[in-house]
């Protein structure tokens, strides 16, 4: 006997778009759509060729106009519309300026505390992700993209030095992809171990938004087998607590970030002693402090082929 066909996932992503208000905690952006007559956070369907981050962000600026920063993930909401499932991703994102100008999907904004702007939205799935968003034991904002290099074939296929093995068709096509991505994240310095392949994953990020590659040479896997506590104090102090949003983006190698992801509490699966994963071209963004962090994995940042999606 056949199983049932599971039903069609209809991919989404928002945003819970937050600042902090005047007597402590956050205030929320909640938005009216009149074609629905509901109030919601701003969120839309992923268009062909998206990642779910992108969509997020594309999504809280058209809706809102507002200018933000994004942070951590919030959580995953799933629900059933016209005999499909939707699937909403949601990014928090810090309110850094602009302003709301009604448009044609949404005709009213609000700022509200988060008990406020829970108690008015329409869908109870949205109440979750405010709630969580609302959640003081966890940061808001990640300080720290840890960037693996992208992918450089195979050492035994290249004659020259092994810190000049450059990128391959695909590591270059990954470096593109981080460069699209990660300005999302407002980076404010971007550095790298030594080998050329490092470099060369980061360096179209910062010919993007105007910055230089600074040098880290205990981030690499020939400092670090000789002194790992040197790239673990390096670390460790990218995550003081800075007067705004903003990141550094460090890019190192498969033979250290697992190691010092584990160092700062990090495992993978949650599992004490699990190495955490660290696939070429990955990046995890970081915040908190150590042994206390927010921690989000980026397997890649290419569109999720298979999930379809339609445009309303």
Known sequence: MSSPAEPPVIAAAGGVVWRPADGGGIEV????????DDWSLPKGK?????????????????????????????????????????????????????????????????????????????HGHDRLVIADAARTDVPREVTLLLVRHGRAGHRHEFEGPDALRPLDGKG???AQRLAEALPLFNPEAVTSAP??????????????????????????????????????????????PRAG?????????????????????????????????????????????????VADYYRDFEPDAGVPHRRA
Not at 29 to 36: D, F, G, K, S, T
Request: aromatic residues 6%; proline residues 8%.
């Open 172 to 174: 270059r096509r990954q």
């Open 29 to 36: 952006a909640v938005v009216h759509r009149a074609r629905y």
């Open 46 to 122: 992923l268009d062909a060729g998206e990642h779910a981050l992108g969509a997020a962000h594309r999504e809280v600026v058209e809706e809102t106009g507002l200018e933000v920063v994004v942070g951590r993930r919030g959580p995953t909401t799933r629900y059933a519309v016209a005999g499909a499932t939707k699937r909403v991703d949601y990014w928090l994102m810090r309110y850094v300026g602009g302003r709301f100008v009604p448009n044609d999907e949404v005709d009213e904004l609000r700022w509200l505390p988060a008990d406020d702007t829970a108690a008015l939205v329409t």
């Open 245 to 293: 949003p903003g990141v550094t983006v460090v890019c190192s190698q498969g033979g250290v970030i697992p190691s010092l992801l584990q160092a700062l509490g990090v495992h993978g699966h949650d599992v004490p002693g699990l190495p955490p994963p660290a696939a070429k071209g990955s990046v995890w963004a970081l915040g908190g402090r150590p042994g206390a962090l």
């Open 195 to 240: 080998p050329l392949r490092c470099r060369s994953t980061v360096e179209p990020l910062a010919e993007r938004i105007g910055l230089g590659v600074h040098d880290r040479p205990e981030l690499g896997e020939e400092r670090f087998a000789e002194d790992p506590q040197a790239a673990l104090t390096a670390l460790e102090r990218l995550f003081v």
